[in-house]
């Protein structure tokens, strides 16, 4: 085990409400650090890091961030509280363990895709959305293929053009919502960008050929594509959060106060954990955190307004996003729930609760922990996601053994 | 009993209430099972579903093998989702000290006509491969069982009701009037006998009953199919269950039908909370991980703790309760629950009809705990 350095404010989550936390906190005299999962920091908005981004936002944030003392943990995932003031931190790329403590902690996790089953969703060639653009970002070939984006939100048409740009053939971008709500979106993206459509089943012929069967304002299709990229928004990440004993509602944000303090003494959250607002939100609620767990009102008071009026319009925006009934109705008997341990629709639908379902048909009990299958149970059953189970994600048993070791 | 139909209310669908349905059903009697949640959910679904003949005691040593046996007879009409193997146990022998206790295991498995075989070090290590160098040997026990209990709870139950068994599920027992149970939902059901397996909630209804919660954590893993082949448990596991140290830590892990590994064990006496404490956690795994260094880099998946209702003595109550005629007790089995559920639910049945008994079922009466302390009083 190594040293537990003490920081007055850790952030944990290197996206942009985080770096803007930590900024803040920096600025604000405190002694700092970010613990993030990536080798960079960045997060999904900025996967691979601010520099690489051309955007005033991006730069002005950089230029920020390395003005400042702030201890980058890279590669590094919180696990638990070790103590009521210390977390457990294991290495990605390492066996690796430490504990780091802090003064106040701001957690700024994020938010992974929301999948909702239909039958053939589990094959191969069917990723998320953000999924997709993160392998190519990271290096999978698409020039050529030929691609269908589907699901719900405003990350589809970004991820629509990003993928253009690498020469993906995009021959469909189904938005399930209908168009008087989210029409502004389609000019970006020109004529493959169709409302009130969606994706109702997927089958593959054997050679990499996706036969995708698709409502479209009334009308079946079929579109044959070699990827389909499906997601329907966003889950906040608030494991950690409920592992620490922070209140989270039923689904899953962290309840915070104007300061964006959670229900724990201490500890704050920002970005999508507490709500899904997208990057301008959570830079703004990380500057409200980062000032606040420093103490430093002087500077906080002008962000709350900035803060609520941002707050306001992205609220406005994902409104819009609101999913038809019939996204809940598509999968069958047969159609897969949770991918971990294999667990079908029939199987659950004796149950009239999660846990007695998760006890009796394992489903939510693989290395994923319910990540990808509670959002659905949830939503299709109503089912509470139930307690979070320690560790907070995967460690190998040999860092939960030195964790302990002092 | 005299009367083939007498009604008999089971309070708790833990295995030991699930399992005395089923058995109480099968013999004609009838019989109604009440949870304030649902089968298996309790104790039964925190544990780790070893079926072993455990030597603790004669009596511990009756019990468990006569129930070993009958959960073999009923392993064929057991549906998949059970996941029964017969995995068997292997009892590690760290030194020569320990290969001592496993010649004087032997012969008491021996005794009683429990198979079981001395393994040397080459033996051992042919056996389970990922174990660490240098160990002196071990027992090799074939006939020990692993099951999921929580779906072979839901089954016994299941069983019962097709045969014509009540449930009640999803409501609590405020309490108990002479053979009247009385339900949070107002409902009042009378029995001719009212069986207590309520586990660590047996004192809700007895308040006489000594059980006090003994807490235990586990890790389970990833999936790593064949990583270990049998129940490994370190000799000196026996001295953890039943000594009465505040804070004990033994080496026992678990092949799981999943190709999972489930890792235990720890035990302690007065601790009320259910979340994990990082020194016993990480304790039980440097033992697991001491023994099987190839375990370091495996996930971890999911940590959590559970309370077993552990007896003034470590044998269970099992039979009248000597402060209310209309209630016998099955509980206090604390971490062999699973194992002698089966048990339990028979020398219950032949009791009440006044059959005699497999075993000598004197040993387990509450009568030897309850006697004694009234007369204390």
């Known amino acids: 085990m190594s040293n537990d350095t003490r920081y007055e404010v850790v952030v944990v989550g290197a996206g942009p409400g985080g770096i803007a936390a930590a900024c803040c906190a920096a600025e604000s005299g405190k002694s700092v650090a970010v613990i993030d999962e990536n080798a960079v920091a960045g997060g999904q908005f900025w996967r691979g890091g601010l520099s690489q981004y051309g955007t005033r936002q991006a730069s002005q944030w950089l230029k920020r961030s390395q003005a400042v003392s702030i201890d980058w943990l890279e590669n590094a995932r919180v696990v638990a509280l070790r103590s009521p003031d210390t977390l457990a931190v294991c290495r990605t790329d390492s066996e690796d363990v430490r504990t780091v403590r802090f003064g106040r902690l701001i957690l700024a996790t994020g938010a992974r895709e929301l999948f909702l089953p239909f039958p053939g969703w589990t094959i191969p060639g069917v990723t998320g959305v953000g999924a997709l653009q993160a392998l190519t970002k990271s290096g999978l070939d698409i020039h050529g293929k030929r691609v269908v984006i589907a699901g719900s939100g405003p990350l589809l048409p970004v991820v629509a053009l990003n993928l253009k740009q690498y020469g993906a053939d995009v021959l469909l971008v189904a938005e399930q919502a209908p168009e008087d709500r989210v029409g502004r979106f389609a000019a970006s993206v020109g004529e493959q960008y169709s409302t009130d459509t969606w994706v109702e089943r997927v089958s593959s012929n054997g050679d990499g050929e996706l036969a995708v069967d698709i409502r479209q304002s009334g009308d079946s299709i079929r579109v044959q594509c070699e990827l389909l990229a499906c997601a329907y928004g966003l889950v906040p990440n608030s494991e950690l959060a409920s592992l620490i004993g922070c209140r989270v509602r039923p689904d899953a944000t962290i309840e915070v106060d104007a300061q964006q303090s959670t229900s724990s003494a201490g500890v704050y959250a920002v970005g999508e954990v507490t709500g899904v607002g997208g990057a301008n939100a959570a830079i703004m609620e990380g500057q409200v955190a980062g000032y606040a767990a420093s103490g430093n009102t002087e500077a906080l008071e002008p962000v709350l307004a900035q803060r609520d009026r941002v707050r306001e319009i992205t609220e406005r925006t994902y409104a819009a996003y609101a999913l038809r009934e019939e996204i809940f109705r598509l999968a069958e008997d047969d159609t897969i729930i949770c991918r971990c341990e294999d667990v079908a629709l029939g199987s659950l639908l004796s149950f009239a609760a999660g846990r007695t379902a998760k006890l009796q048909t394992r489903c939510g009990m693989g290395p994923c922990q319910g990540r990808i299958c509670g959002p659905i149970t949830t939503r299709l059953f109503g089912w509470s996601s139930g307690s979070v189970r320690l560790p907070g994600s995967p460690v190998s048993l040999g860092q939960l053994a030195a964790l302990g070791d002092r | ?377």
């Open chain 2, 1 to 377: 009993m005299s009367d083939t139909r007498a009604h008999i209310v089971i309070l708790g669908a833990g295995i030991v209430g699930s399992a005395c349905a089923d058995v109480f059903v099968s013999d004609g009697l009838r019989v109604t099972l009440i949870d304030r949640s649902f089968p298996g959910s309790g104790a039964t679904a925190e544990g780790m579903g070893h079926i072993v003949a455990m030597d603790g005691s004669p009596e511990e040593l009756a019990l468990s093998s006569y129930s070993r046996e009958l959960w073999h007879s009923l392993s064929g009409s057991l549906s998949s989702s059970c996941e029964y193997r017969r995995f068997g146990t292997i009892w590690i022998a760290a030194n020569d000290r320990h290969m001592s206790a496993v010649a004087a295991k032997h012969r008491v498995y021996d005794a009683i006509g429990i198979e079981s075989h001395i393994l040397d070090p080459a033996q051992l290590y042919r056996q389970e491969p990922n174990l660490r160098p240098g160990l002196a040997g071990g027992l090799l026990v074939p006939d020990d069982v692993v099951v999921y209990p929580p779906a072979v709870a839901r089954e016994l139950v299941d069983r019962a009701v097709a045969r014509g068994a009540a449930a009640i599920f999803g409501v609590d027992v405020v309490r108990v009037d002479g053979p009247t149970v009385y339900l949070a939902d107002r409902q009042e059901i009378t029995g001719d006998v009212i069986i207590n397996a309520l586990g660590i909630g047996a004192p809700r209804i007895s308040p006489h009953v000594p059980v006090r919660p003994r807490r235990g954590h586990l890790v389970i893993t990833e999936r790593v199919p064949a990583f270990v082949h049998h129940q490994l448990v370190e000799l000196g596991y026996l001295d953890s269950a039943h000594g009465t140290s505040p804070v004990s830590v033994a080496f026992n892990v678990q092949p799981r039908a999943t190709g999972q590994l489930l890792i235990g064990s720890s035990r302690e006496f007065d601790v009320e909370n259910s979340t994990v404490d990082w020194e016993i956690l990480s304790r039980m795994v440097r033992l697991a991980v001491d023994y099987l260094p190839n375990a370091r880099s495996l996930d971890a998946i999911r940590a959590w703790t559970g309370f077993r209702p552990a007896s003034a003595d470590g044998l269970p109550y099992i039979g009248p309760d000597p402060y209310n005629e209309n209630v016998w007790l099955a509980t206090g089995h604390e971490g062999l629950g699973i194992t002698t559920a089966l048990g339990t639910a028979h020398l219950l049945l032949d009791q009440l009809r006044g059959r005699s008994t497999a075993i000598p079922a004197e040993p387990y009466w509450p009568a030897r705990i309850l006697e004694e302390s009234r007369g204390e009083r």
